[in-house]
């Protein structure tokens, strides 16, 4: 048995049901179901993510206690994502988590998601949460999700967003091009490994890679794809099954290039603002291996640190709110505390 606090984490905040337990240093167990039941709606139906949530919660928990070797009661505290997120499954998850801390008397800590996010490349390395965190400082973040696009300054003392999307999130426009193609929710893993196959033949825009900060701005490149996609589809109205197999994947090529190469721009605008010599990129989207390829290049190119969460904890999970919750509990972070400086708060209180 370790010492130190043992947290269980429960991560509801959109079609992933996440549920885990680590100590100080380790995750002890996880488990993580991804909905499948929004497919065929081409994005998430918030009534039936949330029930299935209730559904599965209960199980979840007692599989991954079982695995962790604890028991409830061993359990230090009761961490869960308190926002932003779909609000009948943030329920599910805080209600869920307030049930079962006030049933064992242990305190109830809500984490911020993209905190969580952040965390998240702490999964990798070794020492107590609270040393890899210190290890990674200060460090700015570039969280590229279904929902957010922002680049966010790490320092020990707080969170400062130096730039976001003004419009669509980088995951939820690959997912929109994805569906063009008829790839099921969400597409942008699907869509980026159809792009291995093609070429970049096609021009799309870089949005906003004039301008030398971190402002971004993803919405006419969605537009322009679809009008790119629509006049493809009448120009070769009729062509063989061999001509569109290939006319597809030089347009997701395309596309893909068009979108990692605005964020390769918009990085290197961030990093020349800041004398921090590491950067991290997290969310869905880090899963992504010509952004990951291209930031290598210049990483090195630059004597700059990059950090990457490995590729299980991109997409949500209950790790990085564990995670959170431990570098929290370390800094001795109390429950009244405002949870992170981040726009798109959730009002709810943090109980
Ligand atoms: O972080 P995440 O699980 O959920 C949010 O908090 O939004 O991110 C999901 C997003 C989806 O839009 C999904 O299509 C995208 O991440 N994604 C990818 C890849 N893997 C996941 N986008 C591009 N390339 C990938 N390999
Ligand atoms: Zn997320």
């Known amino acids: 048995m370790t010492e130190g606090p043992v947290i269980l984490a429960i ?105 969580g996010h952040i965390m998240s490349v702490l999964s990798l390395g070794s020492g107590t949460w609270s040393e890899r965190f210190d290890a990674l400082l200060p460090c700015v973040v570039l969280i590229v999700s279904g929902g957010h696009s922002q680049f966010v300054e790490v320092t020990r003392q707080k969170y400062t967003v130096v730039g976001e999307t003004q419009d669509d999130a980088v995951g939820e426009v690959f997912d929109k091009v994805a569906r063009l193609l008829g790839i099921p929710y969400p597409g942008g893993a699907a869509l980026s490994k159809l792009a291995r196959g093609g070429q970049v033949v096609y021009t799309l825009p870089k949005p906003m890679i004039d301008r030398s900060d971190g402002t971004m701005s993803f919405s006419g490149l969605k537009t322009a794809s679809r009008l790119l996609w629509e006049r493809l589809l009448k120009e070769h109205n009729g062509a063989s099954d061999e001509v569109w197999q290939q006319l597809r ?31 991290a990129v997290v969310g869905g989207v880090s899963a992504n291996t010509t952004l990951r390829n291209s930031l290598n290049a210049w990483s090195e190119a630059e004597g700059i640190q990059a950090y990457y969460p490995p590729l299980v904890y991109c997409t949500d999970n209950a790790v990085m709110i564990g995670i959170a919750s431990q570098v929290r509990y370390a800094l001795g972070a109390h429950r009244d505390e405002p949870n992170i400086r981040l726009r798109l708060q959730l009002q709810a209180p943090i109980v």
């Open 11 to 115: 991560e509801t905040s959109c079609d992933e049901t996440a549920v885990a337990v680590l100590s100080k240093d380790s995750i002890l167990a996880q488990s993580l179901y991804s909905q499948q039941e929004h497919a065929s709606y081409g994005g998430v139906v918030p009534e039936i993510a949330a029930r299935d949530h209730q559904a599965r919660l209960p199980a979840m928990v007692e599989d991954v206690m079982q695995k962790s070797g604890y028991s409830l009661k061993d359990l230090t505290e009761v961490a869960y994502t308190h926002g932003p997120g779909l609000a009948g499954c943030l329920l599910v998850g805080h209600y869920y988590a307030l049930g079962l801390a006030s049933g064992l008397q242990i305190p109830l800590r809500g984490i911020h998601h993209l905190e």
């Open 249 to 279: 994947a030089d347009f997701a090529a395309s596309f893909e290039h068009a979108i990692i190469d605005t964020l390769m721009h918009k990085i290197r605008a961030v990093m020349r603002l800041t004398s921090i010599r590491h950067f």
